[in-house]
């Protein structure tokens, strides 16, 4: 008897395993803990389906008039312009019916994310990175929610698209892994450690943009409402890397104030 050791393999050794059962092998695998919330996916909206249709109805009933009074090249044209909205009504079905299995699953220590056609991808919040498409400043300024999540285990991408209650989970995904990664963060400053966030890195001494550093004592402000990381050094502002390409963004922000705020003199 062989023992798997991916959750995946007992899918391909017993197929087929049910997606709950599968989700939870896969948490077992890695230790996410007891299980919080289950996000399920966004349900299928048919207007644009239902828009298709009526366009290309409409456009083939002109055709047909048009094949009846004889003008056969007009008839053919409008024929043809009307397999367009049918082609792309037939594909949004098959995404929509494709989303409807995709699920997110919050645990303990970690999440997992299911696509239709994939495999259950887990993601614990100590090895985590998050990139986040656009970051909320203010709860009144609408942000479209898509996160890509990085880890030992591989890669996913989630968004508002996919998958409904697109704030909570985008959210708590946020919190924990600030939470969970945070404190090690400040340890390793503290301890004399650069920590890395992509193309910036921060020390007790200075911030750092793809090797350049500006010491904490010349920063007078930071900023990210631009969608960059913006400095504020001597009056001039400067634009560094792209939020949505920082790992971690929140750990990031958090530690970059503190150190501006309290500098090592």
């Given amino acids: 008897m062989i023992t798997p050791n991916r959750p995946e393999t007992v ?32 349900p299928a909206d048919d ?3 239902r828009g298709c ?28 312009i009307a397999a367009v909205p049918v082609m792309l009504a037939f594909r949004r ?16 220590y970690g999440v997992t994310v299911y696509h239709s056609g994939q495999r259950v991808a887990g993601f614990r919040w100590d090895t985590t990175e998050v990139r986040q498409e656009e970051i909320p400043f203010h709860d009144t300024v609408p942000v479209v929610y898509r996160l890509e999540l990085t880890g030992p285990a591989g890669r996913a991408e989630i968004d508002e698209v ?3 209650r697109a ?22 400053i503290d301890n004399g450690e650069t920590v890395e966030f992509g193309d910036l890195g921060l020390s007790l001494d ?3 943009y793809k090797g350049e550093p500006f010491p904490w004592t010349n920063i007078q402000l930071i900023d990210a409402r631009s969608g960059h990381i913006r ?17 971690n963004f929140y750990i990031f922000n958090e530690l970059a104030e503190r150190l501006r705020l309290t500098p090592v003199g």
């Fill in 11 to 42: 899918a391909e050794a017993r197929h087929p395993v049910p997606l709950t059962q599968l989700i939870h092998l896969m948490a077992e695998y890695q230790q996410l803990g007891a299980h919080r919330d289950t996000f399920l996916a966004t």
């Fill in 47 to 49: 207007t644009f389906v």
């Fill in 53 to 80: 249709g009526i366009v290309a109805g409409c456009i083939a009933f002109i055709g047909v008039i048009c094949l009846i009074v004889g003008a056969w090249p007009g008839a053919v044209a409008l024929l043809m």
């Fill in 93 to 108: 079905g098959i995404i929509n019916r494709q989303n409807r299995a995709a699920r997110i699953d919050l645990f303990e």
């Fill in 162 to 164: 996919g998958f409904a």
């Fill in 167 to 188: 704030r909570e989970w985008a959210r708590a995904i946020q919190s924990a892994v600030t939470a969970t990664q945070l404190p090690l963060a400040v340890a390793a």
């Fill in 206 to 208: 200075a911030l750092t």
């Fill in 231 to 247: 400095l504020k050094v001597a009056g001039m502002w400067m634009s560094l890397a792209p939020v949505n390409t920082i790992p």
